[in-house]
Structures are given as structure tokens and as C-alpha cells.
């Protein structure tokens, strides 16, 4: 979500004090954050993807039963784009049969079982059945590599760059590992994309052949949060992990806890981490004036500028009682040439507190240019050279 690589001609084109005594203020500290007893851990707010506070972020790490958040995404993903429906009824496989995962998490499937690809997500997400991805994967994929495939491919597209999955269910591997971060990304695209399916993440116990399971998180017991989600995971290799998501007063933040010594410290390391994001952090939502985020001029284009707006809504994530310390400056690309395609990324804001980067927004635009007839443009052949002894500009965002 933010610029890494900026050219030095870009062009600034408003710096903006959002209060005339900001300097005048002695600014509060910033709330430091806790010490969270894992291997790697994040803090993300849900609203405006900005990650709050975290430890070890990248390091790769063996991923456990988090790796079924990826499964149920994908599995969401076809269900909704119509390839395969929650009343489908699947034929459980040997390589799905429940004893095939001795001494780990399953759904207890039998070979030749119909059910249900709505009770296998149930049997994933609640139960965090091994059994009950692979027979998913199949069903999705006809295999299981094929829908390991899907995996990795969907991690790219959402921007999981240390992540590479090995199997559906998350058990220990030699070529599978993620990162806190990739799965705080994970988890905010699924909740975000995802709203029929997020839910059975809450459900507190699963019924399959008269075996009743409950879910592991234990957060959601927890009456002090209204924890919602999301996954549980433990291996040998992995320790034990948590992602967690709760929303209180219409703010949603994800935890990401990896690699901890035993259950209670995934379940009281998370606990510490949503509450302290509660209690200091909040999401706000400036507003621009038309002369901070003016049209953008297209040259060759039709139309000859667009509208601009601002990724994820505009929403920032910022240290209470501080908005009023808040600056910011804005950037823009003003070399555009047309084709320029809606969402295509053409200039970033900076958020400063204390004159210090607390995070960078990208300004996409909000609607699409085409190239112009040629007669339509020749104005633009003659004035853009006389433009170019003003200002000039080579500005282009980083490639994912």
C-alpha cells in the first residue's frame, strides 16, 4: 500500500498544517506498545490497512493451521464467483479420510462420506479440520496441487510477497512459510471480501456425526472484547499462534500473534495487543477541499482530467487526542499521458505526527482516460513543452 520508490521530480503540491497552533501544542508522546511474547506479531487496523505496531513482521515462519485462512478465502472466492455452491455435495476421497491425520486436528470424514461443501467450511473454520481442506481442495480443484496453485497465486495478487504455501491444511513443511504481516493482509481481504463466510469464524462449536467440536480461539468467550475471529494454529515447528479480530464503536483492528509457547500466552499476548490498539489508536477520515485534490490533467486524454480519490476510503489510523498535530503534504504525477485506467495509482499523501512518517496513502484515479482522437489533442502537442519549462516530473510507483 505505500511508495517505496519516488522519483526526486515529484512535484508537491500542497503542504498543509490541518491546525494553526499544531506547533504550538507540545506534542503527547507516542503511546508505546506492549511486549508481546511471540516470535513475530502485528497489529493492524481493518479500516485503513495501516499496521499500528509490530515485531518480526517479515520473518518467515511456519504458518500451521493459519494456512486454513487462505483455504477458506479461496473456497470463498469460488463460492462467490458461482464455480461451486455451499450445497454441493462432495464425495470424501482416501487422501480425505480422517485417519489419514492421526494425533491432529480433523472433521473425523470417512471415506465415501457426501458432505456438504457449507459443513466442510464449518469443519475448516471451527474445527480445523485437515480432513475437511484437502477434501475442499479436491473439490475446488479436482487435486490438491492444482489448488495449492490457487493458493500461491491468490497470495500474490493480495500482496503476501514472503509467503509460499505447500498444502492446504498447514501442517509442517519444509517449503511452506508466511510472514505476520502476509497473514494480517490475508486476513483483512477475507473479512473485507467475504462477509457471507467471515461469520462462521465467531461460531463457537461445530456438530459432524455427533461429534461436537468447539472452536479454539478462546477470545471469543472473552466478554471484556467482541472478539469475532479468526483462526487458531499450532505445530511442533510452528509453536502456537492466533490471528484475532474485534470491532468495538464501529473500529475493527486485527492481531496477528505467531509463535508462542502454549495457549494461554497466544490467547493473553493477543488479548494485551487489541486492547492496548483500542485504547490508544482510532481511524478518522479527513477531508479534502477541490484546490488539495484538484481534477488531474490527462495529456492526450479523453477526458482531458480526471477526478482523483484517495485509497481506503481515505481513512488513517492515528494516536488519540493527537488528530490535531496531524499534517500531511500531497503528491501528484502531473506527466500523465492517456490510457490512464481507473484505480491506477497517480500520487500519494505523506501523514506526519511530530514530524515523524506516520504512513503514506495511495491517490488513485477515480475514473478512466482514454486517449483522445488525435485532432483532439494537438492543443495538448503544443502546450505541454511550453508546460514542461515550469515543472518536470518522472514519477511512477513501485511494482509489487
Known sequence: MTLKKISKHLFLVSVLCTTSFAFSIRAEPMPSPPDIAAKAWVLMSYQSGQIIASENEQTHLAPASLTKIMTTYVVGKELKAGHITADDRVTISENAWGKKFPGSSKMFLNVGDEVSVNDLNRGVIISSGNDATVALAEHVAGHQPAFIDMMNNTAEKLGMMNSYFANPHGLDSEDQYTTAYDIALLTRALINELPEIYPFFKEKSFTFQKIKQGNRNALLWDTSLNVDGVKTGYTK???????????????????????????????????????????????????????????????????????????????????????????????????????????????????????????????????????????????DVVWRPIGQWFTSQDWEPESP
Do not use: C
Open 237 to 379: 515447528q510452528a509453536g502456537y499462534s492466533l490471528v484475532s479480530s474485534a470491532e468495538q464503536n464501529g473500529q475493527r483492528l486485527i492481531a496477528v500473534v505467531m509463535g508462542t509457547e502454549n495457549v494461554n500466552t497466544r490467547r493473553t499476548e493477543s488479548k494485551k495487543l487489541l486492547t492496548w490498539g483500542f485504547r490508544f489508536f482510532q481511524d478518522i477520515t479527513p477531508q479534502f477541499s477541490d484546490k488539495e485534490l484538484p481534477p488531474l490533467k490527462i495529456w492526450y486524454g479523453s477526458p482531458s482530467t480526471i477526478a482523483l480519490e484517495v485509497a481506503d476510503g481515505g481513512t488513517i489510523t492515528v494516536p488519540r487526542r493527537q488528530r490535531k498535530n496531524i499534517e500531511h503534504k500531497i503528491f501528484y504525477n502531473n506527466e500523465l499521458e492517456a490510457p490512464v485506467e481507473k484505480g491506477a495509482q497517480v500520487g500519494k499523501i505523506e501523514w506526519y505526527l511530530n514530524d515523524e512518517l506516520l504512513t503514506e496513502q495511495p491517490i488513485l484515479a477515480a475514473e478512466s482516460a482514454n486517449k483522445a482522437p488525435w485532432y483532439k489533442s494537438m492543443i
